[in-house]
Every structure is written in structure tokens, then in C-alpha cells.
């Protein structure tokens, strides 16, 4: 499986950016797909995530909600991260990633598979 991020950049606060995931593999349609992200000096973080099988489940860490849509197209291999009223601390590295078959869908050690990583910068 190989995954690969874009669509980081640099938006004022209260601006938008929508992140793309494009995954290789056939397994991508079982597989909850997360984002996570993570700040310069911190820990890798959980940020959204969405199951499998078109069943719509997502969710969210508290302060993205409301905010942050996860959505996944099955049929293109892709998921997305709509992230609307950004705010400079959600300037991080956000990372997709395929979770595997066991842990939560919140632990940076239940994925199996990562991407490369996409920068996003959210000036005040």
C-alpha cells in the first residue's frame, strides 16, 4: 500500500484547505483511513478518521470538530480532509494513514501504513 498526500499550504486563520489522500492497494475500501498531524517539538496527533466499506462513520478529535470533514471516494482510492476556520494551531505536518486490523482508530500505533506527509501552515 502506498499512500500519498497533498494539498498543504499556507492560509490565513479563518481560511481553507482541503487535503487529498490517494492510496494504492486493493485492500483501501476495509480499511479505516485516519489523518493525524503533527506540530514542530510535539507528538504525532490523531485528527480524523473514516471506516470502511462506504459505512460513513467518522470520527473526530475535539478540537477539530465542527471545523474538519473526513470523507473517503472508494471508487478513486481517496480521502479527503475538508478543514474549514483554520487556526494557527492547526499549523502541523498532517499525515494520512490505513489503519490495520487491530487497536483504535485514534493510536498513531494502530496504522499500518503512512504517507509522506503534506505541511500546513495557518498564519494569524
Known amino acids: 500500500v502506498q499512500l500519498q498526500a497533498s494539498g498543504g499550504g499556507l492560509v490565513q486563520a479563518g481560511g481553507s484547505l482541503r487535503l487529498s489522500c490517494a492510496a494504492s492497494?486493493?485492500?483501501?475500501?476495509?480499511?479505516?483511513m485516519g489523518w493525524f498531524r503533527q506540530a514542530p517539538g510535539k507528538e504525532r496527533e490523531f485528527v480524523a478518521a473514516?471506516?470502511?466499506?462506504?459505512?460513513?462513520?467518522?470520527y473526530y478529535e475535539d478540537s477539530v470538530k465542527g471545523r474538519f470533514t473526513i470523507s473517503r471516494d472508494n471508487a478513486e482510492n481517496t480521502v479527503y480532509l475538508q478543514m474549514n476556520s483554520l487556526k494557527p494551531e492547526d499549523t502541523a505536518v498532517y499525515y494520512c494513514?490505513?489503519?490495520?486490523?487491530?487497536?483504535?482508530?485514534?493510536?498513531?500505533?494502530?496504522?499500518?501504513?503512512w504517507g509522506q506527509g503534506t505541511l500546513v501552515t495557518v498564519s494569524s
Open positions: 492497494g486493493r485492500t483501501f475500501i476495509w480499511n479505516i
Open positions: 494513514a490505513q489503519k490495520g486490523l487491530s487497536g483504535t482508530y485514534d493510536d498513531v500505533n494502530s496504522y499500518d501504513h
Open positions: 473514516i471506516a470502511g466499506l462506504g459505512r460513513g462513520i467518522t
